[in-house]
């Protein structure tokens, strides 16, 4: 069975650093593409990054660029997100995502709250 | 940045309704948009990809047409489960936009 099981969310003050898992198991990991997905509270899904399953192509979304790194280790079949210089308005529900299209598959998310 | 349009962004409707729920894509996407349905709490669980293909698992009652830059997800008979939240998303080019949301409530 497939299952993503993200990590390390919590509170953390404007301007913190928090460093985001996804331990991935039930498929190879080191064959597919992952993406981070966030959430805030109430409003829609926003894309935020992409990582090939090599990590030889990266792309992050505008709001995130520059402050989020995202990495995987495949020996590890563990996805990351380092986020720096937190915002308030990155506070949000972070999933990882499997691939998009027939072979997607989301972790259950972990809970980001940036707050003073 | 390709944006995508959904509506309408809510709809008040009743069990065994036909429920339609339209995306428009700001340039053309192919066939690659996908159709989510999230419900409170939980993670979005895919029903349609490219733009047509039914997802192993998903009730045929949900069915997606369209290509190019309009999309269509059509529910033939609402059920009780189904009063959710429901997404477009692209997977043409970075950054893969989502559309904003369709909320189904009872009416």
């Known amino acids: 069975e497939v299952q993503l099981v993200e990590s390390g969310g919590g509170l953390v003050q404007p301007g913190g650093s928090l460093r985001l898992s996804c331990a991935a198991s039930?498929?190879?990991?080191?064959?597919?593409?992952m993406n981070w997905v966030r959430q805030a509270p109430g409003k829609g899904l926003e894309w935020v990054s992409y990582i090939s399953s090599s990590s030889t192509t990266i792309y992050y979304a505008d709001s995130v660029k520059g402050r989020f790194t995202i990495s995987r280790d495949n020996a590890k079949n563990s996805l990351y997100l380092q986020m720096n210089s937190l915002r308030d308005e990155d506070t949000a529900v972070y999933y990882c995502a499997r691939d998009f299209g027939a072979r997607v598959s989301w972790g259950q998310g972990t809970l980001v709250t940036v707050s003073s | 940045d390709i944006q995508m349009t959904q509506s309408p962004s809510s709809l008040s409707t009743s069990v065994g309704d036909r429920v339609t729920i339209t995306c428009r894509a700001s340039q053309s996407i192919s066939s690659y948009l996908n159709w989510y349905q999230q419900k409170p709490g939980k993670a979005p669980k895919l029903l349609i990809y490219?733009?047509?293909s039914l997802q192993s698992g998903v009730p045929s009652r949900f069915s997606g047409s369209g290509s190019g830059t309009d999309f269509t997800l059509t529910i033939s008979s609402l059920q009780p489960e189904d009063f959710a939240t429901y997404y477009c998303?692209?997977?043409?080019?970075?950054?893969?936009?989502f559309g904003q949301g369709t909320k189904l409530e009872i009416k």
């Open positions: 490219t733009a047509s």
């Open positions: 039930g498929f190879t990991f080191s064959t597919y593409t």
């Open positions: 998303q692209q997977s043409y080019s970075t950054p893969y936009t």
